[in-house]
């Protein structure tokens, strides 16, 4: 089982590489906004209640994932220090069932990523879609920065195509497409 583990601010693209990655490699894809809008459609966002069962309804669909051997593409933000306990609760839970985690790093020149977030597509989700939340999030969270605990293949995405950061993936990852059981 593998887990890829693709990172990075709002609106660089997570969403959009993975979508390519799980149409060529045929891994589940498991995006953020999954978790968010179902529990949103029973506890307002940033709630207490909402926030502990997103981060459990994550961490246990990825080690069940692992646990029956199904591998995922999963997307999210990472903010460095806050998040750390976070991706290291999911990462130990897929390595317990010998699955294996190999995490992307999705990054682009600010200039466009102010321009990607505002993009119409956005706001089918409930995700930041203004230059102006970017700009308050960005401003009480590290969302540019690395996983400091984790090596990660990071990608500028600024100017290369979705299809071709995907393959650039597959590539530094090895990865094989899916077998019968991760379909």
């Known amino acids: 089982m593998n ?3 693709v990172y990075g601010p709002p609106g660089v693209g997570k969403f959009t590489v993975s979508t390519e990655l799980s149409k060529i490699t045929g891994y589940k894809l498991f995006h953020n906004q999954l978790s ?3 529990v ?16 459990k309804f994550r961490a246990e669909t990825m080690e069940e994932a692992a646990r029956t051997g199904v591998s995922v593409i999963f997307t999210s933000l ?8 976070i991706v ?8 317990k069932h010998g699955g294996r985690v190999c995490f992307v790093r999705l990054y682009c020149d600010k200039e466009e990523l102010f321009r990607r977030v505002n993009s119409k597509s956005r706001r089918g989700f409930y ?3 203004s230059s102006r939340q970017l700009e308050n999030l960005l401003k009480r969270y590290n969302l540019l920065s690395p996983m400091s605990f984790e090596n990660s293949f990071a990608i500028d995405n600024t100017r290369i195509p979705p299809k071709k950061v995907a393959k650039m993936i597959i590539k530094h990852y090895n990865l094989k497409k899916a077998d019968k059981k991760d379909k």
């Open 3 to 5: 887990l890829i583990y």
């Open 127 to 129: 995700k930041i879609h």
């Open 40 to 55: 949103r459609s029973v506890f307002p966002f940033g709630d207490s209640s909402f926030n502990k069962l997103v981060l």
């Open 88 to 95: 290291k609760d999911i990462e130990k839970r897929v390595k």
């Open 36 to 38: 968010i809008e179902f």
């Open 78 to 85: 990472y903010a460095k220090g806050p998040g750390d306990k």
